[in-house]
Each structure stands twice: as C-alpha cells, then as structure tokens.
C-alpha cells in the first residue's frame, strides 16, 4: 500500500492547517520586514487558521460531533465551518485594533465571506478544502510576490490526486475547489487592498 501511504502523507502535510499558516509566514516574513509588529499579525493569523481549528475538530471528534479529523462527511461541517466563521471575523476585528496592513484584515474578512460559501456549497455538495485553501493561499502569495508563485501551482495536481485516490473527493470537487479558492480570494484582496 505505499500509494494509499503517500496520498495520506500529501494529505496531511499540503492541508489548509498547514498551507494556510506556511503562506503567512512567507508573506509576514519576506513581505513585511520592517514592520515591528509583523509577528502579532502572525499569530492572530495562526491563531485562526490553525491553533483554533485543530483544536475545534480535536473537540468535536472527541464527542463524536465529527468521525474523522478530515471531517469526511458533508453532513458534518456545517458546525465547524460556522464556528470558523466567528473565528475569522473576531480575528478580523483583533487586525483591525493592531491597525494591520489591509492585506491581513482582508485575510480573515475574506476568510469568513468564504466560509459562508463553503457553508452554502456544504448545505447541497461537497467541495474540497484542501484544494480551496491551497489555491486561495498561492493566490495570497501571488498578490504579495507576483508570478515566482505560480510555481507553487504544481502542487494543486498532486494534492488532487491524493484526495481523489483517498477517496475522500472527486475530480470535480477538487478542481471547482481549486477554482473558487484562487480567483475568489484573488479578486476579493484585489478589490480590499485597492479601497
């Protein structure tokens, strides 16, 4: 089984937990180097993308609201994801009180408009977040560093193939994933930071 082992692996380590949090860091880092308080914005980030939401589907599994940590069944993101909706516009007003670049408050504004989304989506399809938070975050590190990121696009393939042969996706639910996350978070920062 060492294909059922690598998809796992790319699974786990290209997972909006990570990718999310990995984008940040390149952005805050090599992006904002002068500014002194470039490291609060990094953990309000990590904050909401990752600390929360591991600890909020760790819950969740252990009192069998979810069966799995990836949340398999559509039936059962309705909850974290409206959770996660909370964390990010809360986030949102943390940024707007440290008075961040409007790339970070766009971050976690834009973050909750899309959840809502994927809420919608959820009610009637599945969609993959794995895909949407890998494309949305290239789509962040494009904005921030221009064409270099289109390099990390090479890894939507990958992960497509690992979700689809988990199992845990379709062709369909990957790509229309893939698609929203990149153009929906492209053009809503687009639109924000240009305010």
Not at 63 to 84: A, C, H, W
């Amino acid at each position: 089984m060492p294909l059922q082992r690598l998809a796992s692996l790319i699974s786990w380590v290209v997972s909006p937990i990570v990718v999310a949090p990995a984008a940040y860091l390149v952005i805050i880092l090599y992006g904002f180097t002068d500014d002194p308080a470039r490291f609060r914005y990094l953990a309000v980030l990590f904050l909401a993308s990752t600390i929360v939401p591991m600890l909020l589907v760790y819950g969740l599994k252990k009192i069998g609201k979810v069966s799995d940590y990836n949340i398999t069944f559509r039936e059962q993101r309705f909850l974290p994801l409206l959770v996660m909706v909370g964390v990010n516009l809360l986030g949102y007003e943390v940024m707007q009180q440290l008075d961040a670049p409007r790339i970070f408050t766009g971050i976690l504004l834009f973050n909750a408009v899309n959840t809502v989304l994927i809420l919608l989506i959820t009610l009637q399809w599945k969609i993959s977040i794995h895909l949407l938070t890998l494309a949305s975050s290239i789509a962040l590190v494009f904005l921030q560093f221009g064409a270099v990121a289109f390099w990390l696009l090479l890894l939507v393939p990958v992960l497509m193939w690992s979700r689809m042969y988990l199992k845990a996706h379709t062709f369909m639910q990957t790509l229309v994933g893939s698609v929203i996350g990149f153009l929906a978070i492209y053009a809503e920062l687009k639109w924000w930071i240009g305010l």
